[in-house]
């Protein structure tokens, strides 16, 4: 008779700062016998040291998983299925996987993706989530996402049509826009956006940054900037 499977959890670790992260969350790491983390090509694995910060996670077993950061879906499908395999052994051995996800595990979250490939696979799954990005940064910039009767929009960096993203009624989010901050930034200008809109990169990490308006900007910024868009009032 074979065994009873582990369970695998993603777990969102928040954007930054350790103390964002909920009492599930430490918990379930704190349980867990293995932790699957992303890995950089530079070998940093920022979700496992947030979490580091807020649980005690000293003799664990750590599977670093890489991932393309690629617009090919068919690329970033054999990641999630590469780190599916890493992890399944695990799985099949009978320990849980915990793994960690910036923000929320349910918002442009890979660990949702490989949470996704696994259970195709049979395996259980289960979601905890975590304090989402666009949220943290509107708390540090004091500002409200929601207004009575308008709507949230969130866009991934690189939305398709920024022009009419930016036309939608209501407040916007634009999430991860540092690589693309110039494009960003011309078109909130032409827009009359500029003005009113903010953005924090590297939100609740020791290098974070505040900009009160999108206007004077630097040449480079992190890949982790998030923008608030007002609505345009137009």
Same mark, same amino acid.
């Given at each position: 008779?074979?065994?009873?499977?582990?369970?695998?959890?993603?777990?969102?670790?928040?954007?930054?700062?350790?103390?964002?992260?909920? $009492?599930?969350?430490? &918990?379930?790491?704190? &349980?867990?016998?293995? #932790?699957?983390?992303?890995?950089?090509?530079?070998?940093?694995?920022?979700?496992?040291? #947030?979490?580091?910060?807020? *649980?005690?996670?000293?003799?664990? %077993? /750590?599977?670093?998983?890489?991932? &393309?950061?690629?617009?090919?879906?068919?690329?970033?499908?054999?990641?999630?299925?590469? *780190?599916?395999?890493?992890?399944?052994?695990?799985?099949?051995?009978?320990?849980?996987?915990?793994?960690?996800?910036?923000?929320? /595990?349910?918002?442009?979250?890979? &660990?949702?993706?490989?949470?996704?490939?696994?259970? $195709?696979?049979?395996?259980?799954?289960?979601?905890?989530?975590?304090?989402?990005?666009?949220?943290?940064?509107?708390?540090?910039?004091?500002?409200?996402?929601?207004?009575?009767?308008?709507?949230?929009?969130?866009?991934? *960096?690189?939305?398709?049509?920024?022009?009419?993203?930016?036309?939608?009624?209501?407040?916007?989010?634009?999430?991860?826009?540092?690589?693309? #901050?110039?494009?960003?930034?011309?078109?909130?200008?032409?827009?009359?956006?500029?003005?009113?809109?903010?953005? @924090?990169?590297?939100?609740?990490?020791?290098?974070?940054? @505040?900009?009160?308006?999108?206007?004077?900007?630097?040449?480079?910024?992190?890949?982790?900037? %998030?923008?608030?868009?007002?609505?345009?009032?137009?």
């Amino acid at each position: 008779m074979k065994g009873k499977k582990g369970m695998f959890y993603a777990v969102g670790v928040g954007p930054g700062d350790p103390m964002w992260m909920t $009492r599930e969350a430490c &918990a379930v790491l704190e &349980a867990c016998p293995v #932790i699957a983390a992303p890995q950089t090509a530079s070998g940093e694995m920022l979700a496992l040291s #947030i979490a580091q910060g807020a *649980a005690e996670l000293g003799g664990k %077993t /750590v599977l670093p998983l890489s991932f &393309a950061m690629s617009r090919d879906a068919a690329v970033r499908a054999a990641g999630y299925a590469h *780190a599916a395999e890493a992890i399944a052994p695990e799985l099949d051995a009978g320990r849980d996987v915990a793994m960690v996800n910036l923000g929320d /595990v349910s918002i442009y979250a890979t &660990a949702y993706y490989v949470l996704d490939e696994l259970r $195709r696979r049979g395996y259980d799954t289960r979601m905890v989530p975590g304090v989402a990005s666009f949220s943290a940064v509107a708390a540090a910039l004091g500002r409200s996402l929601t207004e009575m009767e308008l709507p949230l929009h969130i866009y991934p *960096a690189g939305a398709s049509d920024l022009d009419a993203a930016l036309a939608q009624p209501g407040t916007k989010v634009l999430m991860k826009s540092g690589k693309a #901050i110039g494009e960003t930034a011309a078109a909130l200008s032409r827009h009359g956006l500029a003005e009113d809109s903010a953005m @924090v990169a590297d939100c609740g990490l020791p290098t974070q940054q @505040v900009f009160e308006t999108m206007t004077g900007l630097p040449e480079k910024i992190s890949y982790f900037a %998030t923008v608030i868009v007002p609505d345009s009032k137009e």
